[in-house]
């Protein structure tokens, strides 16, 4: 850290792939779920820069991958991002937000370029459909305090909390190694 430097403050989180959404109903009262399958962002994150919000607010950005503030890889079990929050009102109040865990969401902002409908019956005599999404770009992922994906989550990291976490671990480590030695 530069002398003079604020903390490096970082978030992470992830959308979780082909996990349930939260029901929804449609226009016409119709209950439905959605799914994103592995991989559906994978043309979209080699094609487009991608931007952190705050709640969908593009009033309020917090980085973005072209800046390189905003990382995004994906795998077969979900979409991780990290997001250096910019040391702004905005950066600072997200930040305290998450670090306190009153929003721990995640939501994202895309647009669906292919999916799949299916529907099953339900014991009360309904039906519930469900989307899975094949392709989609991806366009914005925002910390938000209610996310429509439950599973997805979000958390906040500081540099300097990460190197007194190190520093307590190599303690207690040459602390038990010690007492280790005492007992041969």
Do not use: C
């Amino acid at each position: 850290m530069v002398e003079g430097q604020a903390s490096k403050r970082t978030i992470t989180g992830a959308i979780k792939y082909d996990t349930d959404s939260q029901e929804m109903r449609d226009y016409y009262g119709d209950t439905f779920v959605e799914q994103i399958s592995a991989g559906a962002f994978q043309e979209s994150l080699e094609s487009r820069g991608v931007v952190g919000l705050w709640s969908h607010d593009t009033s309020q950005v917090l980085g973005n991958t072209r800046s390189g503030t905003l990382r995004v890889f994906s795998d077969d079990k979900e979409l991780r991002f990290e997001l250096d929050l910019p040391n702004t009102t905005i950066g600072n109040d997200v930040y305290e937000t998450i670090k306190r865990g009153d929003v721990d969401g995640v939501s994202f902002g895309m647009r669906v370029t292919k999916d799949k409908w299916s529907s099953e019956n339900r014991e009360n005599g309904g039906k519930l459909y469900k989307r899975s999404i094949l392709n989609a770009e991806l366009f914005e992922i925002s910390p938000v305090a209610f996310p429509a994906y439950p599973s997805n989550e979000v958390s906040a990291r500081s540099l300097d909390d990460f190197k007194s976490e190190e520093k307590r671990a190599a303690s207690q480590y040459r602390k038990q190694k010690m007492l280790l030695e005492l007992d041969l």
